[in-house]
C-alpha cells in the first residue's frame, strides 16, 4: 500500500505540475490578437517598426520581450508611453505577446 | 552690404552644419572598431546575461541607429539599470555611440549573421 501512496502522490504532483505548465505556455495566436490591439499602431504587426521612435520587435528574443514588458510594466524601466501600455497587460498577456513578435520573420539579427 | 555680410555667415555655418550631420548619422566602419565591448554578448548567437537577472541578450543588429543611441544614452544616464550595460555606455562618447549605432543598425546587417 505504501509504494501505491507514494505512486499516486507522484501523479498527483505530475499532473499538478502539467497544469501549472499548460497556464504558463505562451498562446501565439493570443499574443497575436493582444499586438493587434496594443503593439500594432507603433511597432507594427510584425515587429518591423518603421520610425526610429520604436523599436523593431521582429524575431527579438522572447525573454527579452517579456522582460521589458514586465520592467515597463513594474516601473523598473521607464518611458511614459510603455508604462501606459504595458499596465493594462497580465503576466499571461506578457508571455504571449513577447512569443507573438519573437515568432514573427526576423528583421532583427545576431550581428558579430 | 547686409546681404553680404548674411551671406557670409551662412558660409561660415556650413562647415560646422556638414561635422554636426556627420556625427549625427554615425560612421558604420569606425563602429567596427569599437565593437570590442558589445561583441562578448550581443555578437553570440543566444547568448544570455546572467546578472542580475538570466535572459537572452536583444539582438541589435538591423535596429533603427536612432534607437540604438537612445538606449545606449539612457544606460549611460541611468535611466536604464542595466550594470555591464551602464558601465559600458558611460565609457562610450557621443560618437561612438553614433558610430556603433551606425555598425549595427546599417542596412548591410539583414544579411549578416543570423
Redesign the interface.
Given at each position: 500500500m505504501k509504494p501505491m501512496n507514494a505512486l499516486v502522490s507522484g501523479l498527483v504532483a505530475a499532473a499538478l505540475f502539467l497544469t501549472a505548465a499548460a497556464a504558463a505556455a505562451a498562446d501565439i495566436k493570443a499574443g497575436e490578437a493582444k499586438a493587434k490591439e496594443v503593439c500594432q499602431a507603433c511597432h507594427g504587426l510584425d515587429g518591423n517598426?518603421q520610425?526610429?521612435?520604436?523599436?523593431?520587435l521582429g524575431?527579438?528574443?522572447?525573454?527579452?520581450l517579456?522582460?521589458a514588458l514586465r520592467d515597463y510594466k513594474s516601473g523598473?524601466?521607464?518611458n511614459a508611453i510603455m508604462a501606459g501600455f504595458s499596465g493594462t497587460l497580465s503576466p499571461q498577456d506578457i508571455e504571449n505577446l513577447a512569443a507573438y513578435y519573437a515568432a514573427q520573420p526576423?528583421?532583427?539579427?545576431?550581428?558579430? | 552690404m547686409l546681404a553680404r555680410s548674411l551671406i557670409t555667415f551662412v558660409l561660415s555655418l556650413l562647415p560646422a552644419i556638414a561635422w554636426s550631420q556627420a556625427t549625427a548619422a554615425g560612421d558604420p566602419v569606425a563602429g567596427q572598431r569599437k565593437t570590442q565591448m558589445c561583441?562578448g554578448c550581443?555578437?553570440?548567437?543566444g547568448w544570455r546575461t546572467a546578472f542580475p537577472?538570466v535572459?537572452?541578450?536583444?539582438?541589435?543588429?538591423?535596429?533603427?541607429?536612432?534607437?540604438i543611441v537612445r538606449a545606449l544614452q539612457a544606460y549611460k544616464s541611468g535611466?536604464?539599470?542595466h550594470p555591464s550595460m551602464r558601465a559600458i555606455a558611460a565609457s562610450l562618447s557621443d560618437k561612438d555611440m553614433a558610430d556603433l549605432a551606425a555598425?549595427?543598425g546599417g542596412a548591410e546587417?539583414?544579411t549578416?549573421?543570423?
Open positions: 517598426s520610425t526610429a521612435d520604436y523599436p523593431k524575431g527579438q528574443r522572447r525573454d527579452y517579456a522582460k523598473t524601466r521607464k526576423a528583421v532583427l539579427v545576431v550581428k558579430h | 561583441a550581443h555578437g553570440i548567437d537577472e535572459y537572452s541578450v536583444p539582438k541589435i543588429g538591423g535596429q533603427h541607429p536612432a534607437y535611466e536604464r539599470s555598425y549595427y546587417s539583414k549578416a549573421g543570423k
